[in-house]
């Protein structure tokens, strides 16, 4: 089931609509701790970003941002019990892209977009396409050329159903006019170590993942798939630069809160983040861990993920993928 604009409003339309609480309401947030519900394991990436945040909020309000880990489908078990939560400051989600691509592809999937308003960006990092270093392609062109050579019989790693690394790469498949074969994985590690040992020919990795194996030969970078090219590997060309318009994304890190949440307390958190993603202990702990601090209102944020749902939409109505 493809979701239409209308039924997904704008990832949550309903910022404007808590405009009338009252301030008295932010002036007294927090007076207890607040959750903060992770729908990965404990150790990943968006795990260890919402911790960070959670510390330095907490440190900010005088109060504890205690992070709980509810893991199950693809983040849709926290996603479901933040959309039924009350929508009072006190429980706030991890936001991140499988969120939006749910909505999109899961028939039964237990919440809408619009049960929920962005609070604030944490941080993105740009992911890369990277080859074995045996595949006959030094560059992105090369590559489309190979691919169209032997249609659907070069094979590519991804990370789990409808995982970033399939996503990106059926993306990459559409805008060039190639096709590849998806060998799925049971995660990003594994995928990875498939590309590195050449059973399969490419995967897409994030900056943080693939800088080691590529600085070692291991793997080769062909692009990078933001709008600009990534600090942490100056060299490597955007897909705009190679000659594939329209792919500018990444995999970012937000916090969401329930649609009705007071504006007030949204945006006392939102200058919190904000204030913490520009502070230079948190900029130095993020370049740490290969990403890049992100900062915006929430109507920013909700512009950038709007943005991405017409992308993937666009992806969707041309290729079957499953999240299930």
Do not use: C
């Amino acid at each position: 089931m493809i979701l239409n604009r209308k039924t997904l409003g704008a990832v949550a339309l309903t910022i404007g609509a808590t405009l009338a609480a009252t301030p008295s309401l932010a002036q007294n947030y927090p007076n207890r701790a607040v959750a903060v519900l992770v729908g990965f394991a404990a150790g990943g990436g968006g795990d260890i970003l919402t911790r960070a945040y959670a510390a330095e909020l907490g440190k900010a309000f005088g109060q504890s941002f205690v992070v709980e880990n509810r893991a199950g489908a693809n983040g849709m078990v926290a996603a479901s019990a933040l959309a039924k939560s009350a929508p009072d400051g006190y429980t706030l989600g991890m936001s991140v892209p499988a969120l939006l691509t749910n909505a999109l592809l899961v028939p039964t999937v237990p919440y809408k977009l619009s049960d929920f308003q962005p609070v604030g960006m944490m941080a993105s990092t740009p992911m890369v396409l990277v080859a074995n270093p045996g595949v006959p392609a030094k560059s992105v062109r090369e590559f489309v050329a190979l691919a169209k050579s032997q249609p659907g019989k070069i094979n590519y790693a991804g990370a789990g159903a409808a995982s970033s690394a399939q996503l990106f790469m059926e993306l990459f498949n559409f805008k060039a006019g190639i096709q590849t074969a998806h060998i799925p994985y049971k995660g990003g590690a594994p995928g990875m170590a498939a590309t590195v040992s050449g059973e399969t020919a490419v995967t897409w990795v994030s900056t943080a993942q693939g800088l080691p194996l590529i600085g070692a030969g291991k793997l080769r970078a062909l692009a990078v798939s933001t709008e600009k090219r990534a600090p942490s590997l100056p060299d490597v060309p955007t897909m705009k630069e190679v000659g594939i318009p329209g792919f500018a994304l990444d995999v970012w890190f937000g916090y969401w809160a329930p649609a009705a949440t007071p504006r007030p307390i949204i945006d006392r958190l939102n200058a919190e983040m904000n204030r913490i993603a520009r502070s230079p202990e948190m900029q130095a702990r993020l370049e740490k861990l290969g990403v890049l601090p992100l900062t915006g209102t929430p109507e920013e944020v909700a512009a950038i993920q709007r943005a991405e749902i017409d992308q993937w939409t666009e992806l969707f109505k041309h290729v079957k993928i499953s999240a299930e």
